[in-house]
C-alpha cells in the first residue's frame, strides 16, 4: 500500500455537481465536440454536438443537442439545417466543409426547459457572441481545486 503525507484540510473541495436543467436564458458557450451518427433506424444521420457553458455561475456545464440533418422526414431535416445555419452564423462560418470548423468558438445559445421533459434543457436559439474569437479548452473550463492557486 503506497504511504505519503496528505492534509486534507489544506485542499479545497471539487465542487458538487448538479445535473438539474440550466435556469433559462442565454448563456455563452462553445462547441467541443461533433460526431455525424446514424439513427437508430437507420434511415438517416444526425450531427451529435457537445456544447460547454463558458461563462458565468455555470462555467464547464454541458449540453447536448442532436441535429438530424439526413433522415425521410423532410421537416426534421429542415429543421435540423435551419439550426446548423444559426450555429454557422453565430460561429461567423459562412460555408461549413466540416463541423470542426464550428469547435471552440464562442456564441450565445438561448435555452429553456423542455416542455416534454422539464429535467432537460431545450435550445431554443444560438446567436453570435460579440467579440467572439476561438477559446483555448483551459479557458473555457473552470479551474479544478487542485488547479487553483
Same mark, same amino acid.
Given at each position: ?18 445535473? +438539474?436543467? /440550466?435556469?433559462? !436564458?442565454?448563456?455563452?458557450? *462553445? ?10 433506424? @437507420?434511415? $438517416? +444521420?444526425? =450531427?451529435?454536438?457537445?456544447?460547454? =457553458? =463558458? $461563462?458565468?455561475?455555470?462555467? $464547464?456545464?454541458? /449540453? &447536448? ?8 422526414? #423532410?421537416?426534421? +431535416?429542415?429543421? %435540423?439545417? @435551419?439550426? /446548423?445555419?444559426?450555429? !454557422?452564423?453565430?460561429? $461567423?462560418? %459562412? ?12 456564441? *450565445? ?15 431554443? !436559439? ?6 467572439? #474569437? ?11 481545486? &487542485?488547479?487553483? !492557486?
Amino acid at each position: 500500500m503506497p504511504s505519503f503525507d496528505f492534509d486534507v484540510s489544506a485542499y479545497e473541495s471539487a465542487p458538487s455537481r448538479s445535473f +438539474e436543467p /440550466l435556469p433559462p !436564458g442565454d448563456y455563452e458557450a *462553445i462547441i467541443t465536440s461533433s460526431e455525424m451518427r446514424p439513427t437508430k433506424a @437507420g434511415t $438517416g +444521420e444526425y =450531427i451529435a454536438l457537445t456544447l460547454e =457553458i =463558458i $461563462g458565468g455561475d455555470h462555467a $464547464g456545464r454541458r /449540453l &447536448w443537442e442532436n441535429l438530424n440533418v439526413v433522415n425521410p422526414n #423532410k421537416q426534421a +431535416e429542415d429543421i %435540423a439545417r @435551419g439550426q /446548423l445555419n444559426a450555429i !454557422g452564423r453565430a460561429c $461567423g462560418v %459562412a460555408k461549413l466543409t466540416d463541423t470542426e470548423s464550428l469547435h471552440e468558438v464562442p456564441m *450565445i445559445v438561448s435555452l429553456d426547459i423542455d416542455r416534454r421533459d422539464p429535467t432537460r434543457n431545450k435550445v431554443m !436559439g444560438y446567436s453570435s457572441s460579440k467579440g467572439a #474569437k476561438p477559446v483555448t479548452r483551459r479557458d473555457a473550463a473552470p479551474k479544478r481545486a &487542485w488547479e487553483r !492557486g
